[in-house]
């Protein structure tokens, strides 16, 4: 479950990749927005954002099924139809943390609006009837890092998981600080090797503590296929690769901030309550017979 298009790459990809390879599995993605209020980092398509010819959404549906294609994802869904409800945009708070634009500046249909909760809860439990899921991955309450639509994207996934017959684990998509401290570390000399960006600090980057995190998803096996699908999502990111064998992988967004792309992707198995499962696992289906 996925607030806007490149989301789903950038925190899950490589979970996507592994499970969707695996032949006894089967991955749905939910994209609630097209990203319409995102910038362009790609200068001659500078004039699809939403303050110029507005024709950004439609733009990157394209890059999110050439991002879908290269992680092998086959079904992916838009909540409530394509162009249901629109990026809400942000603003920025406390250098790496956003907050919900004034509510006099929302477009009609965004996706943070309190009034379209009851209908985004009613469209996703349709998809959870459809697809029976048994393991569901979201955001945590804060959605990360604060945006809007991330944390209405969590309180609708929490909803329609609680009353969703199928579903036995639920999941939100975390960074644990020590985790985002080695990638960096490894970067440390990447400057030298062409990084074309600021390197990040562990300050500038979401985080949660080591000990709020239950499952490390190897993903080192899937890093090309979710190389591959961050390139795809041409305006909203580049992809930095250092030298062959030095193992050095960034990417930055139109902050041009380098940040780290990490083999591990993790997240904090959660009750119905929201309160962290005391478990450790490295595998979203470990002991699922038992739930």
Known sequence: MHAHPDDETITTGGTIARYA????????????????QGEVM??????????RADQLGGYR????????????????RMLGGTGRWRDSGMVVVEGVHAAAPPREQLHARAFCAEEQRAAQVDALAEIMADVEPHVVVGYDPSGGYGHPDHVRAHEITMAAADSAPSVRKVYWSVAP????????????????????WRLATLAELPSVPDDTVTTRVDVSGQLGAKVAALRAH?????????????????????????????????????????????VRETDLFDGIEAW
């Open 61 to 76: 549906i394209g890059e999110l099924a050439a991002a879908a294609a290269a992680l092998g994802l086959a079904d992916r």
């Open 21 to 36: 390879a695996e032949p006894d599995t089967s991955v749905t993605l939910v994209t609630c927005t097209l990203g319409e």
């Open 42 to 51: 790609v200068p001659e398509l500078a004039g699809l954002a939403a303050d």
């Open 177 to 196: 600080a020590a985790d985002v401290a080695a990638g960096l570390a490894e970067l440390a000399g990447a400057a030298e090797h062409g990084l074309p």
């Open 234 to 278: 041409a305006t909203q990111l580049t992809v930095w690769a250092g030298p062959a064998g030095s193992g050095e992988l960034a990417f930055a967004l139109t902050n041009e901030i380098g940040v780290p792309v990490l083999r591990a992707e993790s997240y904090s198995l959660v009750g119905a309550s929201g309160s962290v499962r005391p």
